[in-house]
């Protein structure tokens, strides 16, 4: 699992094997990481694809910047006992 949070000024929707995923401006969403590189271009030094997907591409540099405001991190799986629970 991935979080991605949304530094951006906007609201983005998006979408990944049928499920829908929101993100307010600030806002940290737990995706797993197929879904960041599929959305995002998470791991992934070319973007193009990405940009093209989402309709950034027709001013490439103003969608790279909005890609880039989307800010990844490693989430940490803790296991916690039923009793705890």
């Not at 000024?9 to 879904?35: I, L």
């Amino acid at each position: 699992m991935i979080f991605v949070t949304n530094k951006n000024e906007f609201e983005h929707q998006d979408r990944y094997n049928g499920v829908d995923y929101y993100w307010s401006p600030g806002e940290k969403v737990a995706v797993p990481e197929e879904a960041a590189a599929h959305m995002f271009g998470y791991g992934r030094k070319e973007k193009t694809e990405n940009l093209v997907r989402l309709g950034w591409n027709w001013n490439e540099e103003e969608g790279v910047k909005k890609l880039a405001k989307f800010v990844f991190s490693q989430a940490q799986v803790v296991e916690v006992s039923e009793e705890a629970a």
